[in-house]
């Protein structure tokens, strides 16, 4: 069996939320999971706590010369192990009511499943600070009781053994906060979800790693301090005492720096994976996708700005997709990209004009929402055709669509792919709408295209000889047989093969034209 490469192992851990669980689940078992973890921190942080006191008390502290070392250690044990008791029931409590709590705790909202409101919402972000608040007093305490009982055997033993437990408390608030805010993530998320409130009195990035440097770095540093200090005082220090204190130090620098660092950094970093793997979703056109938002930090502000921006996105990209449907994507992407100005320009175009023959008689024997029906099936096939040679629909007019081929930008063949498309939107109609029959007119010529109308209405349009002329021409085709008539100098412009395809007629003289147009229908 192959072996397993380190890098997909390591974009396991770091992709994979292993510490903030799922925001999804049921709001009761969410609430039994942070029960949980809150209390595993909370005795985690003072378990790590005792061991930096007991590494500091036996290897690192020098005692005062002339003392009963063993009646000191006796005394300072047993106070220690019945503090560290009394400190870990009382913090699992206190974890256990900062969860369940009534009316106040995090379950009042969580069990039934409902959204929290914005006090509800501090109070899980501020939670971790609370445990952190909470472990400063017992250890405050602690410090207090130590240094008194020591006072007893001697006032150096008992500022060094004060210190020593200082230092402990230190270590163990910065554990219960790291640990905390990881194990309440999955209520941060769902806290979250329905908004961020105003960040009153939560802490941030700056809090989290000025914790994670108390811990690996504050404390030995102190401790070194210390030794200092003892060194300055009439206790003897030998050259073993001094090797054996530095190495502890270092070791404990190292150790608890190395898991504080990590913690931090594992906190700090996947929230901003996540960003970068939603940034790359929506490089790729996708703009449903959208974060869990669990971090209480500058952090998880950003993945709510994120959150935000891409529903900004969406909605642009929906008004977008609308504006090109109602007015063509050809001209709303023109608009997006030059403006939009009143007026317009001088373009040669080919135009195709559809209107559906006996549009009255099938008004008065059809209900309205038939009526509709099948318009819509009729403009579908017309919309698709004319699409898949190049043109646009420029608008529908009751029972009629105008397709312009050649603006707003300029179109090479413009006039073989109007006839073309006059050709097979005939084809279409009587294999896919039968129940219709439609006259086809193909124009073609100079026209003004732009912008019309008022600065606050307006709509894109082509006016000119050649819509009259298509339009003039689909009466006439209503006639034919086929129903698809064109002009002999839209057939020649075409030139090739399409115009192979068109057999030329009469001359007439349509309504409201002075010259007389040479027909041309399909061969």
């Known amino acids: 069996?192959?072996?397993?490469?380190?890098?997909?192992?390591?974009?396991?851990?770091?992709?994979?939320?292993?510490?903030?669980?799922?925001?999804?689940?049921?709001?009761?078992?969410?609430?039994?999971?942070?029960?949980?973890?809150?209390?595993?921190?909370?005795?985690?942080?003072?378990?790590?706590?005792?061991?930096?006191?007991?590494?500091?008390?036996?290897?690192?502290?020098?005692?005062?010369?002339?003392?009963?070392?063993?009646?000191?250690?006796?005394?300072?044990?047993?106070?220690?192990?019945?503090?560290l008791a009394v400190a870990i029931a009382l913090g699992v409590r206190w974890g256990r009511r900062l969860v369940e709590g009534g009316e106040r705790g995090i379950r009042s909202w969580l069990d039934p499943d409902r959204p929290p409101d914005d006090a509800e919402k501090l109070r899980v972000l501020r939670a971790p600070l609370r445990v952190l608040a909470v472990a400063a007093a017992l250890w405050g305490v602690a410090v207090a009781a130590f240094a008194l009982l020591n006072l007893l055997f001697d006032p150096l033993l008992a500022l060094g053994v004060g210190l020593?437990?200082?230092?402990?408390?230190?270590?163990?608030?910065?554990?219960?906060?790291?640990?905390?805010?990881?194990?309440?993530?999955?209520?941060?998320?769902?806290?979250?979800?329905?908004?961020?409130?105003?960040?009153?009195?939560?802490?941030?990035l700056t809090a989290r790693w000025l914790f994670t440097w108390a811990l690996g770095t504050g404390a030995p540093i102190v401790g070194l301090a210390l030794i200092g200090v003892v060194a300055l005082t009439p206790v003897e220090m030998t050259e073993t005492t001094l090797a054996l204190t530095t190495v502890t130090l270092c070791a404990i620098a190292l150790v608890f720096g190395a898991l504080a660092s990590l913690l931090a950094a594992y906190a700090t970093v996947h929230p901003i994976g996540s960003i970068r793997r939603g940034v790359a979703e929506v490089q790729e056109g996708n703009f449903d996708v959208e974060l869990a938002v669990w971090d209480s930090t500058q952090v998880g502000l950003l993945q709510a700005g994120f959150n935000e921006m891409v529903a900004g996105l969406r909605e642009r990209e929906r008004i977008r997709d609308l504006f090109g449907r109602q007015v063509g994507r050809e001209v709303a992407q023109e608009a997006l990209a030059t403006g939009v100005d009143l007026g317009g320009a001088e373009r040669e175009v080919a135009v195709i004009f559809v209107d559906v023959i006996g549009s009255t008689r099938l008004?008065?024997?059809?209900?309205?929402?038939?009526?509709?029906?099948?318009?819509?099936?009729?403009?579908?096939?017309?919309?698709?055709?004319?699409?898949?040679?190049?043109?646009?629909?420029?608008?529908?007019?009751?029972?009629?669509?105008?397709?312009?081929?050649?603006?707003?930008?300029?179109?090479?063949?413009?006039?073989?792919?109007?006839?073309?498309?006059?050709?097979?939107?005939?084809?279409?109609?009587?294999?896919?709408?039968?129940?219709?029959?439609?006259?086809?007119?193909?124009?073609?010529?100079?026209?003004?295209?732009?912008?019309?109308?008022?600065?606050?209405?307006?709509?894109?349009?082509?006016?000119?000889?050649p819509v009259n002329e298509a339009a003039r021409l689909a009466d006439l085709a209503k006639e034919r047989t086929p129903h698809v008539l064109a002009s002999a100098r839209t057939v020649e412009l075409a030139g090739g093969s399409e115009a192979g395809s068109w057999a030329l007629g009469e001359a007439v003289e349509l309504r409201g034209r002075a010259e007389a147009t040479v027909l041309a229908q399909p061969a």
């Open 363 to 465: 008004a008065a024997t059809r209900s309205p929402h038939e009526v509709v029906q099948l318009l819509n099936r009729f403009f579908g096939e017309v919309v698709e055709v004319v699409e898949a040679h190049g043109g646009w629909i420029n608008k529908f007019e009751g029972d009629a669509a105008l397709a312009v081929f050649g603006a707003p930008q300029d179109l090479d063949g413009a006039h073989g792919r109007a006839l073309a498309a006059a050709r097979e939107i005939d084809r279409r109609l009587r294999s896919s709408v039968r129940e219709l029959e439609a006259g086809v007119g193909v124009g073609s010529g100079t026209v003004v295209a732009g912008h019309v109308g008022h600065e606050h209405r307006f709509e894109y349009t082509v006016i000119g000889d």
């Open 1 to 83: 069996m192959p072996a397993l490469s380190p890098r997909p192992l390591l974009d396991r851990l770091v992709n994979h939320p292993w510490l903030i669980g799922d925001p999804t689940m049921p709001g009761r078992r969410l609430g039994d999971r942070a029960r949980r973890l809150t209390v595993t921190a909370i005795v985690a942080a003072n378990a790590v706590g005792a061991l930096v006191v007991i590494a500091f008390a036996v290897l690192v502290l020098p005692k005062p010369p002339g003392l009963d070392r063993d009646q000191t250690v006796l005394a300072n044990l047993v106070l220690a192990v019945a503090y």
């Open 164 to 204: 020593t437990v200082a230092l402990g408390g230190v270590t163990t608030c910065a554990v219960a906060y790291l640990l905390t805010e990881l194990a309440l993530r999955p209520v941060a998320s769902r806290a979250l979800a329905s908004g961020a409130p105003r960040r009153r009195g939560v802490p941030g």
